[in-house]
């Protein structure tokens, strides 16, 4: 799996046993934070016009329908061939996608994404969902390894596996479909309370890049494809919806309370096992065996996962003073990232989901002069810890798991800023940038499955810091209704090499540098080079993992 402060992969696996691109919309593109409508707000360019369906002013109502649809095209194009370290004995259970697509082009996708928006006054619905097709996955593979491929379910080794094929080459889905009203009610219509039903999303806390660190983490399913295919992803274009009710009241104009209660759950949207960001080929789509050597190993068996009403949940307190804009929040959320139990004879495996888990967290936004700010703190309980295949007789993952689990502390800090125009950038520059900590307060049960090297991992520390920053020089009207911009993004982990995301490796991270023209606010293409760094490690998720994965990405869409 790819470095991305997004995607939280807590396993490490033992291997020897808003651009560029609407490909953000594969399982979810934006959303709002409290609001309204939803899930591909960053992928239609604001101010494109949608074609109206029905408009009842003009037959004496309120009712109005619209459609908003994108057409999209993303080529990912591999620049460097598979590592000899990454490919070899010591990573059998994390070569396939290396191998699968060793070079030339990897992505070849279309796709289509139409929104549809029902409003009659203060209520309405919303619906949106996701078509595509991705002509890599459709035929064979460039696999040349039969001892380490681990499908059991394909007769050769150079075929993906049809769930696969379904995840990454061609697939359509509902993503949004929910329900939506608002009652005022007080003296003047000060006060209001507004209820959302179905799948949809939310999110709290000031997460800008860092997701997996924030409060946002227990909120939703995170989509890892868009993660990985999207460089310098958002908090707001990763998430995906699911299906819960949320109540939202406002006695005033100062205090917002609202709760959630979550009706279905279900897992991080992982890449296929076998696909071109893919670096474990055990888990969710795809996965089928677990290596301990060339042509040996043990098959799948049926997944432990919480069921869908298990009590997630979450209630908040939002205050605006002034400048200043401040929240509390507390929340219990089941892991939609796995890990993994090996049964007690080891002769199969499990993909698990750690269950009860609190966040207590707050929040701070603010502007100093042209610089927007925000940061949020939280606490985590009974959190899964990083670790490897562990045994167990039980398969309890509630009241006796067989992972780590410890209580955290998370924080990070974001800043926003658009600069005056220069005498090189008429435009001004844009940058975006993240910092965050977190830190094990206590281990408070199993800590000897920690990584360590008594059972053959690089041992981790209590406390790491990442960052992500986001520079982007912008050139208005370089020709009639054409805008360009140049984002250049770098993450990297600071120091520590962190027991709650295994994705977080001092030295690590990723730097990418690209071009976007925007004509008519309504086509847009991007061009981005994407660089890892880092040396290759199969024993290191993240950036390690797939240290010999850079590519150069072509985006090309049009909403209309």
Not at 14 to 31: I, M, S
Not at 276 to 289: A, C, E, T, Y
Not at 372 to 380: A, I, K, L, M, P
Not at 474 to 479: D, K, T
Request: aromatic share 10%; proline share 7%; hydrophobic share 35%.
């Amino acid at each position: 799996m790819k470095k991305q402060k997004k995607c939280r992969d807590k396993l490490i696996l033992p291997r020897t046993a808003l651009h560029p691109g609407v490909r953000a919309a594969r399982g979810v593109p934006a959303q709002l934070v409290i609001g309204t409508c939803g899930i591909f707000l960053s992928c239609v360019p604001q101010g494109a016009a949608a074609l109206n369906l029905y408009n009842g002013q003009s037959h004496g109502n309120n009712l109005e329908i619209n459609l908003d649809t994108t057409i999209a095209y993303t080529g990912i194009v591999r620049t460097n061939n598979p590592s000899q370290v990454l490919i070899g004995p010591n990573n059998i259970n994390g070569d396939d996608g290396d191998r699968n697509l060793a070079h030339g082009l990897v992505s070849n996708e279309f796709e289509i994404l139409p929104i549809l928006d029902i409003r009659d006054g203060d209520w309405g619905a919303h619906f949106s969902g996701d078509a595509y097709i991705n002509t890599p996955y459709l035929g064979t593979n460039q696999n040349d390894s039969p001892g380490t491929n681990n499908p059991l379910s394909i007769p050769k080794n150079n075929d993906f596996t049809s769930a696969t094929r379904n995840v990454e080459g061609l697939n359509a889905q509902m993503l949004d479909a929910f329900v939506y009203g608002t009652k005022t009610f007080g003296e003047g219509g000060t006060q209001s309370v507004t209820l959302k039903v179905g799948r949809q999303t939310l999110l709290w806390g000031q997460s800008l890049f860092l997701s997996n660190n924030g409060i946002a983490a227990g909120m939703a399913p995170f989509d890892v494809i868009t993660a990985d295919n999207t460089p310098n992803a958002q908090t707001q274009q990763i998430i995906l919806p699911v299906g819960q009710v949320v109540a939202t009241y406002q006695p005033n104009s100062v205090v917002t309370l609202q709760g959630y209660y979550q009706f279905q759950w279900q897992p991080d949207f992982l890449e296929g096992a076998g696909s071109f960001f893919s670096s474990v080929d055990i888990l969710d789509k795809g996965g089928q065996r677990l290596l301990f050597a060339p042509y040996y190993g043990i098959p799948r068996e049926q997944d432990i996962r919480p069921p869908s009403q298990n009590g997630q949940f979450g209630v908040a307190a939002e205050f605006t003073e002034g400048a200043y804009d401040f929240g509390l929040y507390t929340l219990r959320y089941d892991s939609k990232a796995p890990t993994v139990y090996l049964s007690s004879t080891a002769s199969s495996y499990r993909v698990v989901y750690p269950r009860d888990i609190w966040i207590e967290g707050t929040s701070l936004s603010t502007t100093f002069g042209p610089v927007n700010v925000g940061g949020e703190t939280s606490f985590r309980q009974h959190m899964n810890l990083v670790t490897g295949a562990n045994v167990s007789s039980t398969n309890n993952v509630n009241s006796n798991p067989a992972y780590p689990v410890g209580d955290t502390w998370a924080g990070q800090v974001s800043a926003i800023y658009l600069s005056p125009g220069l005498p090189f950038d008429p435009g001004g520059l844009s940058v975006d940038g993240e910092i965050g900590f977190n830190h094990v307060l206590s281990v408070t049960a199993n800590k000897n499955a920690l990584p360590s090297g008594a059972n053959g991992g690089l041992p981790r520390t209590p406390t790491a810091a990442d960052m992500e920053v986001v520079v982007t020089p912008n050139y208005y009207s370089v020709l009639p209704h054409l805008d360009v911009a140049f984002p250049i993004g770098i993450t990297y982990n600071l120091f520590g090499r962190s027991q709650v995301d295994a994705t977080e490796n001092h030295g690590t991270g990723s730097f990418t540098a690209g071009i976007t023209a925007t004509y008519n606010v309504t086509w847009i293409a991007n061009l981005t080079f994407y660089d890892n760094i880092g040396a290759p490690n199969p024993l290191l998720s993240g950036e390690p993992s797939v240290a010999d994965r850079n590519y150069v990405l072509l985006n090309l869409q049009h909403s209309f």
